[in-house]
């Protein structure tokens, strides 16, 4: 994976950092031993729009990461 974006940031007054042109709203954010900061993109859904199977699988414990698509995600919701 190529870098798309690469930039010097700083924390303001609030401890906050600003991502540039971000394609996101919401990020998860880790951060590593090494004091590497991964963010990854999220996208919020409603719970109203889940289905009682797709809630059965996240409270089960399958990791969303593991579905391969967003299609294949809410598959159930067209059957």
Known sequence: MGTV????????????????D???EHYHVQELEDGTVVLKPRVLVS????????LTK?????D?????????LFQDLES
Do not use: C, H, S
């Open 47 to 54: 719970p109203n729009v889940l289905t009682a199977e797709t």
């Open 5 to 20: 974006k690469e930039y010097e940031a700083k924390l303001d007054a609030r401890n906050r950092l600003t991502i540039r």
């Open 22 to 24: 971000a394609g996101y």
């Open 64 to 72: 969303l990461e593991e579905f391969e698509t967003v299609e294949e």
């Open 58 to 62: 996240a409270e089960a414990g399958q």
